[in-house]
Each structure stands twice: as structure tokens, then as C-alpha cells.
């Protein structure tokens, strides 16, 4: 595959996808991911999606608003973070806090939707995209715990989930064959940073039209081209991290299996051995029994012998 010409998505968020113009790209990629039409209303500065001058290429944060007032926290995360998940609910968390005024009731917690794209491998599991939300299930009966009729005229849901924040987390590494629906679409753009031939998801035209690096200027175009240097390198420490893991494994794995077997050994020369004297009390005409007590062996293997 050649030089892709589309500017990846997290140097996007980075520098593109936060000007009104281009919240079409933003708004494809979330009605795709979430099943539902979004629009975003405006992006929101929080503490939790600051940037840190030491870590520009590792992380990426953005924070948008819809016209309901949810709030959607998407997360680009290159570099392994074994304790991604507890991050995440970090993230919520916060935002659960900074969006209530003091004083406001509990009702007027915002919904928060949170997007996390990673390029290393999170957790253990065989799909590109999970997804996660609150639900509260009896530990007798199994039903689910559901809003009364009040409740859900109040809030204006339809589930108790609806109130809790839902987590995305997209696999984009793990995503190797042909785009078949659009949500594969995007996944295939965030993996290899070029739109698949023919894509019709929402907000593929807008990437193609918009996101292509011959529209940087030169500074752009060469911080742009530093950043997938960098990206570049912290793959190759995460391939080179999976493979020597893998060859300690097999080396330990080549260690226990020796360990294991002198053991087996050991214990069928024990075993061998109790039958061999066994046999010599059988031919000094000693009772079964006494045998078994003194050898351990069943008396059904000492009447075979």
C-alpha cells in the first residue's frame, strides 16, 4: 500500500475537526459508531481533555456537545496504558462532575458517551468495537431493573442505561480485511489512515474532501509527517514488546513443560516401583490387603498383577 493522502484521524482532532466547519467528519463517524443521527452543537473545553505539551502524540482528547446537551468524550490512545479501562471511567467521572453546578439537582446529570480509540491491544477479546453501559439485573430473578412511567417521563428515556455514561472502545489494530458496512468503514480509515474504495458511511465525503494533506501548507505538512514518525516508532516498541513477550512465553512455556515431565517420570517410577513390590509380597504369599495398606496401591491393581 503507498503513501496514504488523507491526514490521519487523531492529528485531525488535533487540528481540523474542532473548526465548525468540519464537524460534518466528527458527525458521520458518531452516527455510525452510535446507531443514531448526532449533531454536534459546539466543542467544550474540560480538564480531562487539556493538552499536555509532553505527551502530543500519545494522546489525543476531544470534548463535543450535542443539541440534547450530551456530551461525547472521544479519545485517540497510541501507546499501551494497561490501566486504559480505569482511565476511562476516570474520564466519565469527571465529566459527571465539572457538567453539574453546585446546588443542581441529581436530574441534571449529562449524558456523556465516551469514544476510545486505541492502537495496542486492551484487554483480551476477539471483536473491533465494544461496547459497555450501566444495567442493574435482580440476583434472584435475572429481570432487569427498569424506570417507572414517571421516571421515564421526567428524564425522557426509555432505560435506566439511558442515565448512566455508555463506553465505546474501538480495536482499530486488530481490523485486517475488507470494509463490508460502514462502521468497518471507519475503522479501516482509522487503522490505515486511507478511506476504502467505494466507502458510503456519513461524514466519508467530508474526510475525502477535506482531510487530504495536499491542503496543509509546509510547517503543517512537516509537524504533520513528525508525528507519524513518532507514531511509527511507538508501533514498532508495541510489535517488539507482543514478540518478546511471546518468545519468553514459549521459553517458559518449554521450561515448565521439562519441569513437568521429570515430574511425570518421577511419580510413574514411584508408582512402577510399588507394583514391582507388590508383586514379590504376592509371591511371599501375603494377604491383598496387607499389600495395599503397605504399598498404597488399590486392591484391584494388586489382583491384576
Do not use: C
Not at 168 to 197: C, H, M
Amino acid at each position: 500500500m503507498g503513501e496514504s493522502k488523507y491526514i490521519r484521524f487523531d492529528w485531525a482532532m488535533k487540528r481540523l475537526l474542532r473548526q465548525k466547519a468540519n464537524f460534518g467528519i466528527l458527525e458521520g463517524f458518531l452516527t455510525t459508531l452510535l446507531g443514531m443521527k448526532i449533531k454536534i452543537k459546539n466543542m467544550l473545553e474540560s480538564e480531562s481533555n487539556q493538552d499536555d505539551e509532553n505527551d502530543k502524540y500519545n494522546r489525543v482528547d476531544m470534548l463535543a456537545e450535542n443539541d440534547k446537551g450530551e456530551l461525547f468524550l472521544i479519545e485517540v490512545q497510541n501507546n499501551t496504558e494497561y490501566a486504559y479501562f480505569q482511565r476511562m471511567l476516570f474520564g466519565t467521572s469527571k465529566l459527571v462532575t465539572e457538567y453539574i453546578k453546585k446546588g443542581e439537582g441529581y436530574e441534571n446529570i449529562r449524558k456523556i458517551y465516551s469514544v476510545n480509540i486505541v492502537y495496542f491491544s486492551l484487554g483480551k477479546g476477539t471483536d473491533i468495537v465494544y461496547h459497555g453501559k450501566t444495567e442493574f439485573r435482580g440476583i434472584h430473578n435475572g429481570d432487569l431493573l427498569e424506570l417507572s412511567p414517571f421516571q421515564r417521563q421526567k428524564f425522557n428515556v426509555d432505560a435506566v442505561s439511558d442515565l448512566y455514561p455508555e463506553y465505546y472502545i474501538l480495536k482499530v489494530n486488530d481490523f485486517n480485511r475488507v470494509a463490508k458496512n460502514s462502521l468497518e468503514e471507519w475503522v479501516y480509515y482509522l487503522n490505515t489512515g486511507d478511506v476504502p474504495q467505494g466507502a458510503k458511511a456519513p461524514g466519508m465525503e467530508e474526510v475525502k474532501e477535506q482531510l487530504t494533506i495536499d491542503r496543509m501548507n509546509k510547517s503543517e505538512r512537516s509537524a504533520y509527517y513528525k508525528h507519524l514518525d513518532n507514531i511509527v516508532i511507538l508501533r514498532d516498541n508495541i510489535y517488539t514488546e507482543r514478540e518478546e513477550g511471546r518468545l519468553e512465553g514459549r521459553a517458559e512455556g518449554r521450561e515448565e513443560g521439562r519441569a513437568e515431565g521429570r515430574a511425570e517420570g518421577r511419580a510413574e517410577g514411584r508408582i512402577a516401583e510399588r507394583k514391582e513390590n507388590a508383586r514379590k509380597m504376592r509371591q511371599l504369599g501375603l494377604p491383598v490387603e496387607t499389600i495395599s495398606k503397605v504399598t498404597g496401591l488399590p486392591v484391584a491393581d494388586i489382583e491384576s498383577l
